[in-house]
């Protein structure tokens, strides 16, 4: 019997957040920096290199690319394409600066106005360019601030100077998701997201 694919949650907090439905069948691996959350692996983003290559179908890292430096997303990247098997993707969620700005000015908002409303209550304008500050000053933790912004031309190209040969990007609901194949795409991977042939 075939062992089951793995995914890799990057940045993921807990397993008590859960997956798009999609890796329902994936063993769920949690990697995160901070041990509350009880992750599998306790690792900065920055250091997945230390970890064994060509391990995991796919990475998953929904809005946690935005905390690190513009300088260290290469990096990361990069260790996302260490721990990926050939054939395996990234699939990374970030907010949308350019539909916040656009949204931000047509509604005529300030910073420190609502921009949506989540389950962890009111998002500012502010949280979505620097990082949700009820989080960053409840926890006294400042990576839980945002110290980098996407667009979805800005997250291309960044996967690709990262070496990823095939992305595919997608907006909505103020956020920028990519889903980036390490060499060819598996194609029973692709048909999960329903990503049409390269």
């Known amino acids: ?24 069948g994936f063993e769920h691996l949690l990697l995160d ?4 959350g009880q992750p599998d692996i306790v690792c900065d983003a920055r250091n997945l290199r230390s970890l064994d290559a060509a391990q995991f179908d796919a990475v998953y890292c929904s809005h946690n690319l935005e905390h690190y430096y513009r300088h260290h997303v290469r990096g990361v990247l990069g260790g996302f394409l260490h721990v990926l098997k050939d ?13 916040v700005m656009r949204v931000t000015l047509d509604r005529g ?17 502010v949280d979505v360019l620097y990082g949700y500050s009820v989080e960053i000053e409840r926890s006294g933790q400042d990576f839980f601030a945002h110290k980098t ?9 960044a996967l690709q100077l990262a070496g990823f040969p095939v992305v595919y990007i997608g907006t909505g609901n103020l956020e ?14 692709r048909a999960l997201f329903s990503l049409p042939d390269p």
Not at 33 to 36: E, N, R, S, V, W
Not at 89 to 98: K, M
Not at 149 to 157: C, I, M, N, W, Y
Not at 179 to 188: I, L, V
């Open 1 to 24: 019997m075939a062992s089951p694919r793995k995914v890799l949650n990057v940045g993921g907090n807990s397993k008590a957040i859960p997956l798009p439905p999609q890796y329902a």
């Open 33 to 36: 920096l901070d041990p509350k």
């Open 87 to 99: 054939g395996g993707f990234a699939h990374i969620r970030v907010p949308d600066l350019q539909e």
């Open 109 to 125: 908002l300030d910073v420190d106005d609502v921009l949506y409303q989540s389950p962890a209550g009111p998002i500012m304008v």
């Open 149 to 157: 912004g996407f667009t979805a031309k800005s997250l291309l190209r």
């Open 176 to 189: 920028v998701a990519a889903w980036a194949f390490k060499g060819a795409p598996d194609p029973a991977l």
